[in-house]
């Protein structure tokens, strides 16, 4: 018989044709051989274990049993119409019906023969009975052997596959007629060093054993080759873009911490850094002294004092000659950073400018001639950065906050902003991510975490109430104000709607107001819908401290840092991630007092809402935080659309393969280290290099 490759189009296969392989290529995205045995299964039926009746309780959920089917009877008219049976195994009967494909069914079954019934089990009048049971006749021969069945694959698919018979056991049948081809074509991937070490055995006996497995240990072993590949090769390409990025672009060495630095860090900084600043401070300067382009990420939980780090790293760039942009993904953080470093440059001596998307002609103009010049040493904003007519006179670090709201597009036009060099690069994000998802999503940037905050902050108490309890929690709130503190009331987008979003928050804005009249309180608002002129007056006069309550949308998620604010009410905080919970919460406790962020919630919480706010409460950890929202969303909805490919696996989990992804990255670091072009191994070059070609994703994972 002749065999066609694996990359053969899913059309030629027996059984699929011109029209289902249209539907599979639209639904499953299978348009080759290959991407239908990639397509694993995602749960498997056990028919590895045979029951009797005598054993059975209405509990036992789904089973196999062995024997004979009688009394096989139509009951009922048109709807409450089905067919009826018994089923007796020697130790005990039990009932059998069906409510649909009843003309097919009640074929099959004749007396004289023994049946394979499957099903879940369920007490209906006082009898166990299994509804809509999957039968199978069996001889006495096959019996026994039909009693040793393996487990059996379950497949997803569509309705619309499905209705074209390629449901669950359609697919499966087709995966079945591949066999024989994955036999005589499938190539190994891994090095044989991997394999041997980690005792993996061929990829072949993997790819059957995920299909189809003779047992539950043959299926383990193949989830665990195919898993540590998967990830296997997400890591080594991430290290070695990172090994060709180290080799191809030298980076601009900064060798001194000259006037600039000392001056800030003896006579301007206030406070003494905490251990893990100055741990990650260390890390960055000798990464700036390498003679490699920087590229590092720079974790740590809202208030723990990164900004400080990068302007410590900025005054050491400033001291070799060079220039440092600073990009925040919003015009708010951009002002916020530009207000609270700006005065700082200006005391050493350096010059400091803002550029954003409101900034006026005849400003930009200025700040233009005055980057080419040499003359604004620090230049902080938006994307308005990124715009050919920002051009430099020797930019020598950028910093990016919050990279995950940046396209890989947009940075590469910062790093294209000197053309005697790419400058070095740290990106900063107040979100934690999961050391899983860090690796995967950031494998190719070396980390820095700052793990603790500064001395004198008190964590964030943080309460759940209920509805019932609104009067309690405003009673408390006009505590705190009255004692001369400021408060956040923060309502959700309800709906992808601005309208409503708007029409909710005014309700709330008319009814604090009731609550807490003029001319005594002072009530701001702010939306999505305000001008950001607008939006600025109402921060800043919340900043100043003339306004008590600002009732909100999320918009303040990264808003002004205001010390004096030590309450914030979330409503309907069940309609908040996990995420976006913490990065709220992180507005308060900016200062020395005692702060307290209020959930306040509807009594209709699902179970996941239960675990979100039960997390907030227990925890002020921001990794924590994150680990638990990664088990509650997944990687894909945790880091927004922009990531999304990067963590579609088609059999690794995040949440639950740490330790092959560990595993995984170390023995990819290991081979690029002895074989940085992966010369000697030729297998894995070419698998990498087939792999970006075919799959698009695969050019843009860092």
């Keep these: 018989m002749y065999l066609h490759g694996l990359d053969t189009p899913i059309e030629y296969l027996k059984g699929v044709g011109p029209e289902r392989a249209k539907s599979l290529k639209k639904e499953l995205n299978i348009h080759i051989y290959e991407d239908l045995i990639n397509h694993y299964p995602f749960r498997y039926i056990d028919r590895t274990e045979m029951h009797s009746v005598s054993q059975l309780t209405a509990d036992s959920g789904v089973v196999q049993l062995i024997g004979k089917i009688s009394n096989v009877d139509t009951v009922g008219e048109k709807r409450a119409k089905r067919l009826t049976a018994v089923f007796s195994d020697g130790t005990g009967v039990l009932n059998l019906v069906w409510f649909q494909g009843i003309k097919w069914v009640k074929p099959q079954i004749t007396n004289s023969e023994k049946f394979l019934v499957y099903g879940k089990i369920n007490a209906f009048k006082g009898r166990l009975t299994i509804t809509h049971p999957e039968i199978e006749a069996v001889s006495a021969e096959n019996a026994s052997g039909l009693a040793k069945a393996s487990l059996q694959p379950v497949y997803s698919t569509t309705d619309l596959l499905t209705r074209k018979g390629l449901h669950s056991k359609g697919i499966a049948r087709l995966a079945k007629a591949l066999m024989p081809i994955v036999d005589q074509s499938l190539k190994e991937t891994l090095p044989a060093t991997i394999s041997e070490i980690l005792k993996l055995g061929p990829r072949k006996v993997a790819i059957k054993n995920i299909h189809f497995p003779s047992d539950k240990i043959a299926y383990q072993k193949a989830q665990y080759y195919l898993k540590f590949e998967e990830l296997f090769f997400i890591q080594i390409r991430l290290l070695k873009l990172k090994k060709n990025r180290q080799l191809k672009h030298k980076g601009f060495v900064f060798v001194e911490v000259g006037n600039y630095f000392k001056a800030y860090y003896n006579e301007i900084l206030s406070f003494e850094l905490t251990n893990a600043q100055k741990r990650v401070v260390k890390e960055i300067r000798k990464d700036l002294g390498s003679g490699k382009q920087m590229n590092r990420l720079l974790q740590g939980d809202v208030g723990s004092g990164k900004t400080v780090v990068s302007l410590l790293i900025m005054l050491i760039a400033i001291d070799n000659n060079f220039q440092a942009v600073l990009m925040a993904p919003t015009e708010i953080l951009a002002q916020q950073h530009f207000k609270s470093l700006a005065s700082d440059l200006e005391k050493v001596g350096v010059g400091c400018a803002i550029?954003?998307?409101s900034t006026k002609q005849a400003e930009r103009k200025i700040i233009h001639e005055e980057l080419l010049s040499g003359k604004i040493k620090v230049i902080i904003g938006t994307h308005a950065l990124i715009e050919d007519t920002v051009q430099f006179k020797n930019l020598g670090l950028i910093v990016i906050d919050e990279q995950h709201k940046f396209?890989?597009?947009?940075?590469?036009?910062?790093?294209?902003?000197?053309k005697n060099g790419i400058p070095h690069v740290l990106v900063m994000t107040a979100t934690p991510i999961p050391r899983t998802l860090a690796m995967t999503l950031y494998g190719d940037l070396d980390t820095s975490i700052i793990d603790e905050l500064p001395p004198g902050r008190k964590p964030v108490k943080t309460i759940h109430q209920y509805e019932k309890h609104r009067a309690k929690v405003f009673g408390f709130l006009k505590e705190q104000v009255d004692k001369g503190r400021q408060a956040y009331v923060v309502y959700p987008l309800i709906e992808e709607s601005e309208t409503l979003d708007y029409n909710y928050l005014m309700d709330g804005y008319e009814s604090i107001s009731r609550m807490f009249p003029l001319p005594e309180y002072k009530i701001g608002i702010l939306h999505g819908r305000m001008k950001p002129e607008d939006k600025?007056?109402?921060?800043?006069?919340?900043?100043r401290g003339e306004t008590h309550i600002m009732v909100s949308t999320t918009v303040i998620e990264v808003g002004v840092n205001v010390p004096n604010s030590t309450i914030m009410v979330i409503e309907n905080a069940e309609k908040f991630g996990l995420s976006q919970l913490h990065q709220l919460r992180g507005r308060v406790g900016r200062g020395a007092e005692q702060s307290f962020c209020i959930l306040l919630s509807s009594y209709k919480l699902s179970l996941n809402a239960k675990v979100r706010l039960e997390t907030m409460c227990r925890t002020n950890n921001g990794f924590e935080v994150a680990e638990s929202d990664l088990k509650l969303r997944g990687p894909g909805d945790m880091m927004g659309t922009q990531q999304s490919g990067i963590t579609d696996l088609k059999i690794s989990n995040l949440v639950t393969?740490?330790?092959?992804?560990?595993?995984?990255?170390?023995?990819?670091?290991?081979?690029?280290?002895?074989?940085?072009?992966?010369?000697?191994?030729p297998l894995l070059l070419n698998e990498l290099q087939r792999k970006k070609k075919r799959f698009k994703n695969w050019s843009r994972i860092s």
């Design 355 to 357: 550029l954003t998307g």
């Design 407 to 418: 396209g890989v597009a947009q940075r590469a036009k910062l790093w294209a902003k000197n």
């Design 536 to 543: 600025e007056i109402e921060m800043q006069k919340f900043a």
């Design 657 to 681: 393969d740490g330790k092959i992804l560990g595993l995984a990255r170390e023995m990819a670091q290991k081979i690029l280290e002895e074989d940085p072009s992966l010369e000697k191994h």
